[in-house]
């Protein structure tokens, strides 16, 4: 069982800005902007590459609550991250939207 399964099972505690049977959002423990939440799927699928075409519903919805929660939090502007694999970065391997914003950012993303 990943950490983010025991944010959802209410194992281990998270400050949570949105629920809905699908998805759960919190925010991270280690924030990278003066808005870091992450977007995460109830369902455990590892990585975005986990994926296919039954997911889309459920990506579609993530999507869109992505810029709900974005502006629920005081942001139009904001920026959305998947790591998808360890080599690019993800150390927790339950699917994850981080949600990004308050400060600028660089392009292309280092
Ligand atoms: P990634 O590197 O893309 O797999 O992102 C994982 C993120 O998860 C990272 O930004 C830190 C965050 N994180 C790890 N453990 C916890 C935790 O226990 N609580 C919260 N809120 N965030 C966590």
Not at 22 to 39: E, G, N, T, W, Y
Not at 45 to 62: P, Q, R
Not at 95 to 105: E, I, K, S, V
């Amino acid at each position: 069982m990943t950490i983010f399964a025991k944010i959802i099972n209410r194992e281990i505690p998270a400050d949570i800005v949105y629920e809905d049977d699908q998805c759960l959002a919190f925010k991270d423990i280690s924030p990278q902007a003066p808005m870091h939440v992450l977007l995460i799927p109830k369902q455990a699928i590892a990585k975005l590459t986990d994926t296919n075409e039954e997911h889309k519903h459920l990506l579609g919805h993530m999507m869109v609550k992505a810029g709900e929660i974005a502006k629920q939090q005081g942001h139009d502007e904001f920026r959305v991250v998947i790591n998808n694999g360890a080599g690019v970065g993800q150390s927790v391997f339950h699917l994850h939207l981080h949600l990004l914003a308050g400060r600028g950012f660089q392009w292309p993303p280092g």
